[in-house]
């Protein structure tokens, strides 16, 4: 009886949703479906009473940036064309900025080598690795495990701890308020 | 509910720290709270410390809940880094340092008189409210966090300064309560809480590192204050015990003063180059002098260190690169400034230098004039000298905290200077072994202590870290124009236990009913052989300060046909460390509390 219910339910899914066809379409082949945003199944998309007054929501990407501006003044240093000033001039900037781009990002992120091999050693690739964790170059040929020189250890973040941010409808893409001085 | 945690408190001159331990655990796990708080309008951010500054916001700042927490809404004010950020521009409504005005005697500390000389338009606070104001904020993180443990039913150690005398303890005591901390909170000693982090070091290290004769020196320069502590070591019943022997006084230089000495240095390599800095420049001068302190302090034969180190201000505006401005620093110049301004090479007889009393002093908070810590510190040796020490008392251990000693160019100093006062070599006095988190250290302590309380481990015994004493107007002739010579009580002696009272001989006087009487009230943290009833005629302002006075009413409905009661004092210092002092009737057996009349003026304080 379940089953019944459920073919008729993909029956007109897949008539009138893409993604869910694609999914289907994915299974059906024996492949894992193409990773993508999770879709909410559409029993749940049934009529609630009005949605509570939401509070604006921002991406975490831009409270980062505000974070990078706030503290380093990330922002103002890479949108500043360099044309018109020495190395010398950069770099004293540059001192300034660095120092404070890497406390922000060791606070919020703490990034660490991927792997603890020193660069240049040889290094084993595993069988069943993950691609997100290992990028291979060079003569990629055969079955892992791999051997190769490790070029760079890679970076992980050892946690993540973006601000939350709750502000008003105009300046959800604010990265930096105008300072006026009174 | 049961206690499940004990929880470490250390409430900063600049920073606010709370760890936090299991309580029933056979180790002690301490860890950290982190402090979601306001890193800028409407942004929050946890951090593991929470900067002692309170930003109180003009009321158009505050729409739209740009200041609210996760756990407040309708917030006006703020606490935290966005408070410390906007401190430096918007200084009419930050309140800073609240903590050194809490034992500043000079002012009435229920008074909204911070921040201190902002115009009428800003609605002040006092310094009670602003430290209540930092312990609700801890207090409400713990509660977003642990929302299975109510704050009452956990145990509260709240560290203060060991230098702090009665009154400011007891103020901290009245902001800690209206905060919602538990009446049964105990209070400990930032340089104790600092051994015991130390302490807390797993497996009895410090049975081998420390022996029967040891005494510990704990050095601690944190932001704002210094507080110095002596703690020995002997042994009872084949145990070896920790005992804190002296205190020093509480001395208002740290390391702001240090990263302001740079900024004013710098700012005067910038004026030779011809550069005249705006206020902005100057804050965030001050800001990278901060960052680059240690860079500077590098070394300067160190062969990959150059002998100058750049300092640069940013432009302010979208032209970054092109407004910034830079100059070379020398190294060498940056460790005379600070080595020679702060860790000099000075003798052990060489006291600090006193400010010359002008007649018009500022009430502001009385900073230190000489900022040489060596020299507080030889003056604090001198001090508690014993009858075994030639003219100092020799520590063998030194125990550093507070962020101040990060720069591994002070502590190198600090202990290059006791070399030479005490010997170097193998009698010099050395660094502890192991790990220190400066920072943290004080409320890793607190939390261990209160750990060690239950579970058994090791406890520093120390009592009460002064002498107090009442003073009283000797009966004689009156004569005119000269005040009449007054004297005073000793009512608790040194080192008087937790949990004990004391009665004290002689001293009888009458109390006028229906009036309240007020009590000149005096502390030492050097006349360790005065017992309860002994009266002082003479004494040196060195051995004996002034600090608020007390007072005591008698009401009038009381069963008294006399105009006055002749009354004795008992002395009482609670389970909790807090101290009480009552007068108690010869002839009935009623006892009458007096209590620290902070809301006056102290009267004749230096």
Known sequence: MRRIWLAIRVFFLVLFRREVAEAVEAALEGRAAPPRAPVAPAEVQTPKGPAPAKAPQRSEALTLLAALQREARFVDFVEEPLDDYTDAQVGAAARDVHRNCRAVLQRLFAPQPLLGDAEGSEVEVPRGFDPGRYRLVGQVTGEPPFRGRLAHPGWEAAKCDVPSWSGGKSAVKVIAPAEVEL | MATQYVIGIDLGTTNCVLAYAPLVSDVPEVRLLDIPQLVAAGTIESRQSLPSFLYLASPHETTGGALDLPWATGQTFAVGEYARRQGAEVPDRTVVAAKSWLCHSRVDRHQPILPWGAPGEVSKISPVTATQRYLEHLLGAWRAAMPDAPIAQQRVVLTVPASFDAAARELTREAALAAGLPDDFVLLEEPQAAVYAWLAAPGERWRRDLGVGDRLLVCDVGGGTTDLTLVGVTEEAGELQLQRIAVGNHLLVGGDNMDLALAHFVAGLFAEQ????????????????????????????????????????????????????????????????????????????????????????????????????????????????????????????????GGVFKAEPFRRRLLDVLGEWFGAGEDAPRALAGEHDLDCAAAKGAAYYGWAKQAGGVRIRGGTARAYYVGIETAGLAVPGAPRPLRALCVVPFGMEEGTEADVPGGEIGLVVGEPAHFRFFSSPTRKEDRPGDMLAHWSPDELAETDPLEATLPLDEAIDEPYVPVTFRSRITELGVFELWCVSTQSNKQWKLEFSVREEGQGAE
Do not use: Y
């Open chain 2, 274 to 401: 011809g550069m005249q800095l705006d206020p902005w420049q100057s804050v965030a001068l001050w800001h990278s002098c901060r960052a680059a302190k240690e860079a500077l302090l590098a070394p300067a034969d160190s062969t990959q260190s150059r002998a100058t180190h750049p300092v640069s201000v940013l432009g302010r505006g979208r032209k970054l690169i092109g407004g910034t401005v830079t100059v070379e620093v020398e190294r060498q110049a940056v460790s005379d400034l600070l080595m020679e301004g702060f860790f000099p090479r000075s003798r052990i007889d060489e006291l600090p230098a006193r400010q010359r009393v002008s007649g018009f002093r500022e009430i502001g908070l009385p900073f230190e004039a000489d900022t040489a810590v060596t020299r507080h510190l030889a003056a604090f040796l001198g001090a508690h000298a014993g009858e075994a020490d030639q003219e100092a008392v020799r520590p063998s251990h030194v125990l550093f905290n």
